[in-house]
């Protein structure tokens, strides 16, 4: 399964003519995708309304576009402001599908790599499960002074009402061929961005108008993994060959930013939200092995697993932060008063 998603990313990247191939099911897709939300607009089937506001940020891709650091940017923002913020996720990889709440020691193959990420980050009270109605409910029971509600992705959920719709768009890998999954990575078609608040990831700020709404990730210092309160390893990890292990949607970017900042890059990606286990990192013992934060949850957890383990002691982890640009704060102030939330 592994070597098949590799394998499809890579002819999303080269738009290979195989893709073709794939043509009858991107219409079939993009034709059960529409009918779905048609019975949903014609009320034939139902939405949950929540009793609080909801605002989803959610993207048109497969793959990574920066939801999860710009999530964990606005949460911290917003507890600045003294919102009441709370954040819903499916939760990828979980074991189950039954709604749980989600605390900072929670393990990603319970909850999920991204909600523990973003929970251990900010501690913002979080839920995942597949109902996202039940979820909002056992949410808001356990936190009822909720003002606003966060959907870590599910634009594409049509059962949850929301009122508020964020669309992140990564601006260097843009939308490859444009074409519908499988044949593309478009979980929608490109006129689902006409009309939506559109947070354009790119660091490349003469591309656009001024107050274009922009974010881009800025590296930290890599930092050793922590196996619980115990760091693991050297301090210090100068520029030099390393491996890039990730397990991100679009490991492109991570490879590149490595690349940047100096290191020779050996690649070794694996697919989106990859359950690692000690067999991937045999082989890795002769250089340092760099990795995202979100693989880090996992291979914290792992290292607590095989405690006698001398490969995590090689483990290094990059940390990232979403720089958002005024005008992004500008609409995020827009909205709060809109939904009359504005605390200030």
């Known amino acids: 399964m592994k070597n098949l998603e590799l394998f499809i990313t890579k002819a999303w990247q080269k738009n290979s003519p195989l893709l073709t191939l794939l043509k009858p099911l991107a219409v079939f897709y993009g034709m059960l995708g529409s009918v779905h939300q048609c019975l949903y607009d014609a009320s034939i089937l139902t939405k949950y309304h929540a009793p609080i506001p909801v605002m989803i940020i959610g993207n048109i891709t497969v793959g990574g576009s920066g939801k999860t650091p710009l999530i964990i940017t606005l949460v911290q923002y917003l507890q600045g402001k003294g919102i009441e913020v709370g954040v819903i996720s499916r939760g990828y990889g979980r074991k189950d599908n039954t709604p749980m709440l989600v605390g900072p020691d929670d393990l990603p193959n319970m909850v999920g790599d991204e909600p523990c990420l973003i929970t251990q980050s900010t501690r913002v009270p979080m839920a995942v499960g597949a109902n996202r109605g039940q979820v909002i409910d056992l949410l808001i029971k356990n936190n009822p002074k909720l003002q606003l509600i966060i959907s870590d992705d599910g634009l594409q959920h049509h059962a949850l009402h929301r009122d508020v719709e964020w669309i992140v768009v990564d601006g260097v890998r843009g939308f490859g061929n444009k074409k519908l999954f499988p044949q593309g990575f478009l979980r929608e078609s490109l006129d689902r961005l006409d009309g939506a608040t ?107 697993i095989h405690l006698n383990s001398t490969i995590f002691a090689n483990i290094w982890v990059l940390p990232v932060q979403a720089v958002l640009s005024n005008s992004v704060y500008e609409e995020m102030d827009r909205v709060l008063e809109v939904l009359g939330l504005d605390n200030d």
């Open 198 to 304: 559109v947070i354009y990831h790119d660091s490349r700020t003469e591309c656009y108008n001024d107050d274009a709404l922009l974010m881009h990730l800025v590296p930290n210092k890599p930092v050793p993994l922590s196996r619980g309160d115990q760091l693991v390893g050297d301090k210090n990890l100068p520029p030099q060959k390393v491996y890039a292990v990730s397990g991100i949607g679009y490991p492109r970017r991570f490879f590149t930013t490595l690349s940047e900042l100096g290191f020779d890059v050996v690649e070794c990606p694996f697919g989106d939200h990859h359950a690692f286990a000690i067999d991937d990192l045999a082989g890795l013992m002769d250089l340092p092995i760099i990795t995202t934060s979100k693989d880090a949850v996992k291979l914290r957890e792992l290292a607590s």
